[in-house]
């Protein structure tokens, strides 16, 4: 069994390289290189493809293949994977069209999942110049460039009506519109980047997420990282019916009905959004 520690002292310096490498193409818009994938896929730039590159390259350099299987969003996926109880989850660049638009909303996502269920995150923040990090049962941080470190907690709010909701900037459904219309919060924030909304969770700047998968839906890469930062610092991360996101499946997609949340009401959110749904669809 590996040492989760070290692993995560290797892929800090990783992540801090990746974000390094973000930021030079982000500060060169006029160069950026951009390709379409698919409708339901969505661009990729060569920004995504540098650091992917770079983490994989370093990943594989330190860990090997022997005892690890690598997921990542710009790479064929290769179905040995299956046979791994570990596996790194990597999304080089979570916002992808944020970055393009120069919202400033992206991140880095290097996550260990161990029999499909993630273990150990990191999530660097480029533009924050700052990198959450979790090892399971040890806590959340937020990290500084200069090593100092702060314990991360989700927030205590218990009332739905005083909490702020984050959601995606880009990828909205007819149904995930019409749950947060009818839930009672204070406020909504509309952020790119997963990360960067269950990193907001996570720090207890926002309360709570929703993900409504349609046409297309989260992928591994997305959730591994920020998840074991969410629920270190106190929160949940589930679908509607409360069971939890399995990790290494054939299909790498999270499809489904999906809530990130402070955990202190968790059950009464997801009871919530489902009857929303099913009162106005049915």
């Not at 800090?12 to 390289?17: D, F, N, V, Y």
């Not at 339901?40 to 330190?62: F, M, P, Q, R, W």
């Not at 749950?179 to 207890?204: D, F, H, M, R, T």
């Not at 589930?238 to 999270?254: A, S, V």
Request: glycine share 8%; net charge negative; proline share 4%.
């Amino acid at each position: 069994m590996p040492n989760l520690e070290e692993c995560l002292n290797i892929g800090r310096a990783i992540a801090w390289g990746a974000s390094d490498i973000l930021w030079k193409y982000y500060q060169s818009p006029s160069t950026l290189q951009i390709t379409n994938k698919s409708a339901e896929e969505g661009d990729v730039t060569d920004a995504d493809l540098a650091a992917n590159e770079y983490i994989l390259s370093n990943l594989h350099k330190e860990f090997g293949t022997t005892d690890f299987a690598y997921l990542s969003e710009e790479t064929e996926d290769n179905s040995d994977r299956l046979n791994f109880d570990w596996v790194w989850a990597i999304d080089p660049l979570d916002g992808t069209s944020d970055f393009i638009k120069r919202t400033g909303e992206f991140s880095v996502h290097i996550g260990l999942s161990y029999r499909q269920r993630p273990v150990l995150g990191l999530v660097a923040i480029p533009m924050a110049n700052h990198l959450l990090t979790a090892i399971k049962d040890q806590g959340a941080y937020l990290e500084q460039r200069n090593g100092d470190k702060a314990k991360i907690q989700v927030s205590t709010k218990t009332d739905l009506s005083s909490m702020i909701a984050i959601a995606s900037r880009s990828h909205r459904t007819p149904k995930l519109e019409l749950i947060l219309s009818n839930l009672p919060k204070s406020q909504e924030l509309s952020v790119g980047s997963i990360g960067g909304k269950l990193g907001a969770i996570a720090c207890g700047t926002a309360d709570f997420y929703i993900s409504v998968s349609g046409n297309s839906a989260p992928k591994d890469w997305d959730y591994c990282a920020p998840e074991i930062i969410l629920t270190e610092a106190g929160g949940q991360l589930t679908h509607f019916d409360g069971t939890p996101l399995t990790y290494n499946n054939p299909d790498i997609t999270q499809w489904g009905n999906i809530i990130a949340s402070n955990g202190c009401v968790h059950s009464e959110l997801c009871n919530l959004s489902q009857k929303i749904l099913d009162q106005n669809l049915n």
